[in-house]
């Protein structure tokens, strides 16, 4: 992998890392309990770096066959991504009680697929790029733990209005990079 695909790479963790933040910034407003956050957070960094690893192995399957355009399908794939962050939150968000119930039992599982559909999408244009597969995963999985830690201890003290503003910030940040990626394939770069 040269440096512009770690830089890529570098650059996504940030939006996944903010991701995640809201989703356990949520969890911590939501009431969840002090002795839930450390199996909550390993549930939540598993599984947001297992689906990059299938997004990637995927991704090099496909760019077999999609060849010159891999790096405009993986810039769609993480704009699309981004566009998604920006829609409008209202009416998607759980009430206090059943946010903290997706974090008991086998519930718990539900919630970690939920949350890391975004991380397949971008492993997906992570595999099309052909950034190194183990790398992804633990970096990904690494950033998830810290986010994940960090909005559950710092959730009951921020508000709703914050929880928002960081979904948006993810959002526009990945149709930056999806823009970014296309640019620089444009001028002749290859990741």
Request: proline letters at 2%; hydrophobic letters at 55%.
């Amino acid at each position: 992998m040269d440096s512009g695909g770690l830089i890529l790479l570098l650059a996504l963790l940030i939006p996944l890392t903010l991701d995640t933040f809201v989703v356990s910034t949520a969890l911590g407003l939501a009431g969840l309990k002090k002795e839930h956050h450390l199996r909550t957070s390993l549930v939540l960094a598993a599984f947001e770096a297992a689906m990059p690893g299938v997004g990637v192995l995927l991704g090099r399957v496909v760019s077999n066959f999609v060849g010159h355009y891999a790096t405009y399908a993986a810039a769609a794939v993480i704009g699309i991504a981004g566009l998604l962050l920006l829609k409008p939150s209202q009416g998607k968000r759980d009430d206090s009680t059943k946010l903290v119930s997706k974090t008991q039992g086998l519930a718990i599982i539900n919630l970690g697929i939920s949350i890391s559909i975004d991380e397949l999408a971008l492993g997906l244009s992570l595999g099309l790029l052909h950034v190194p597969l183990l790398l992804a995963v633990v970096l990904i999985g690494l950033q998830a733990f810290v986010a994940s830690q960090l909005g559950l201890r710092l959730g009951q003290r921020l508000n709703e209005k914050f929880r928002e503003h960081a979904e948006r910030l993810a959002g526009l940040l990945l149709v930056a990079i999806a823009l970014v990626i296309i640019g620089l394939s444009l001028a002749g770069h290859r990741f």
